[in-house]
C-alpha cells in the first residue's frame, strides 16, 4: 500500500512537471507567433527543433500560423501607412462575460429590457470597434480592413444602405456583423412607441431580406432612447444595445470618460464617412484609431464574441 501512495504521488508530481512543459511551450509558441521578420516558411527558426510529439507538433503548428498571420499583418500595416502593426486579440473567452446596463443609463423597467452599455466587462487589453449608418461606402475601408485582419461591426441604417446594398454584401462576406441603426435615423424619444417599433421592426426585417439574418444588436441613433424605444427593440428581436466609451475621427479621438483614455473593452463609435463630412477619408480614421489603440498596447477583438 505505501508503494502505490508512492506511486500517485509520484504520478501527481510528473503530471504537473508535464503540465508545466505544456505552458511553456505555448508561452514559446504565442512569443515567437507574435514576433515581426520573415516567415521563415515551414522550416523551424535557426537553433529550433522540429517538435515531434502529437501535443508539440499542434504547438508548433500553431505558432506558425500565428508568426505568418502577423508577418501579413505587419506587410499590410506597412501598406496602409500605419506606424504600428496592429497587435493580435486573444482568442474569444468559451465563456461570454455577463452584460448589464450601465449605472446611470437605466430607463424604468429596465429589468426585464435589453443591457445599455458601453464598455463590456473584461480585464483583457481588448477594445472593439463599431461603424454606423452607412452614408460613405469606400472601397479602399473594405480593403484594408481585410488585408489588416481588424474586426469591426456595423450599425446600418436603411435610408443611406438602400442607395448600394450589395457594399455591405461584400462587407458582410468578409465576416462583418451588420446590425440595426434603424430605417430612418430618427429621434428615437421624440417618436411613439408605434414609431419606433417600425423603425426598429422595419429594419431587422431589411436586414433579414438583403443579408439573410435578423440583428440581435440595436444602437439608436445619436445614442437617444427612451423606455419605449428599449420595449420596442425587444419586441422586434433584440438583445442587446451596445453605445460607445469613445468615438474617431481622422484628426482626433473624442471621449466619453473624464480620464480621456482607452479602457479593457470600451467599445469605439465611428461613421461611415469621408472628405465631405471629415478632414480624411475612412482609411484615415482607420489610421487615427489603430495609431491610439496600437500606441496604448490594446488589440482590436470582434464584438460578437464577447456578447
Known sequence: MQLVRQNVKYGRRRTRHVRAAVAALVVAAIASGCASGDDGGASPAPGQQRLDAPPARALDSYAHKLRVTQVARAAAAKRWGL???????????????????????????????PPVFTTIPTKKKIVFLTIDDGAEKDPALLK??????????????????????????????????????????????????????????????????????????????????????????????IKAVPLWASEAFPNRMDWREWDRDLHPGDIILTHFRGREDWKGTMPDMIRKVMKTVTDKGYAVARLEDYL
Open 144 to 237: 484594408m480592413m481585410s488585408e489588416l485582419q481588424i474586426p469591426y461591426t456595423a450599425f446600418l441604417s436603411d435610408y443611406l444602405v438602400k442607395e448600394d446594398y450589395g457594399y455591405f454584401k461584400k462587407m458582410q462576406s468578409r465576416g462583418v456583423v451588420l446590425n440595426n441603426h434603424t430605417l430612418n435615423h430618427r429621434y428615437m424619444p421624440g417618436l411613439s412607441y408605434a414609431s419606433q417599433r417600425r423603425e426598429i421592426c422595419g429594419m431587422q426585417d431589411t436586414i433579414q431580406k438583403r443579408y439573410g439574418k435578423r440583428p440581435e444588436l440595436f444602437r439608436p441613433p445619436y445614442g437617444n432612447y427612451n423606455a419605449d424605444t428599449l420595449r420596442a427593440a425587444k419586441s422586434c428581436g
Open 83 to 113: 506606424a504600428k502593426t496592429p497587435l493580435a486579440a486573444p482568442p474569444a473567452p468559451a465563456k461570454k462575460p455577463k452584460i448589464t446596463t450601465r449605472k446611470g443609463f437605466e430607463v424604468k423597467g429596465q429589468a426585464g429590457l
